[in-house]
């Protein structure tokens, strides 16, 4: 086998591991944010639409006052009485937490009170309940 032979096929493996690679990645949901108290993940509509499907965490509307929730919500509590509603968080400090609110404000403010409270996976939907209707889907009243 020539020298020029022997390059081409090491040049073609090298494409098919990297494709190979890139195929088996894992498809990442969400963007990282942070607070004074730690990091979280942000999420748009059709990603929490997905993470629905096969719901594996606890979904908190934190909006005041109340205006509907979205399907398959878990809890309401006020966001600025997450310090005091303990009680009825996951006692799990690990558990996947997702948050909501109107257009994002008061989630942010309980997704850093929930970070302070040492939990360590904080979710929060990008625009609330405002972009979950923009998108088309209903609320629960």
């Avoid at 948050?99 to 997704?111: D, N, P, Q, R």
């Amino acid at each position: 086998m020539s020298d020029k032979t022997r390059k081409f096929w090491i040049l073609v493996g090298i494409l098919m591991l990297a494709l190979l690679l890139a195929a088996c990645q894992a498809k990442t949901i969400g963007q990282q944010a942070s607070t004074d108290n730690g990091s979280y993940t942000v999420v748009s509509v059709q990603e929490l639409q997905e993470l629905l499907e096969d719901k594996d965490f606890t979904l908190i509307n934190v909006h005041t006052p109340w205006q509907g929730d979205i399907p398959q919500t878990d809890q309401r509590l006020a966001y600025d009485q997450i310090e005091q509603s303990l009680a009825q968080l996951p006692a799990e400090k690990d558990t996947k937490i997702v948050v909501y609110c109107l257009t994002s404000g008061m989630a942010k403010i309980a997704v850093n009170s929930l970070l302070g409270m040492g939990y360590t996976d904080i979710w929060m939907l990008d625009g609330g309940t405002t972009a979950w209707e923009e998108e088309g889907f209903s609320l629960e009243k």
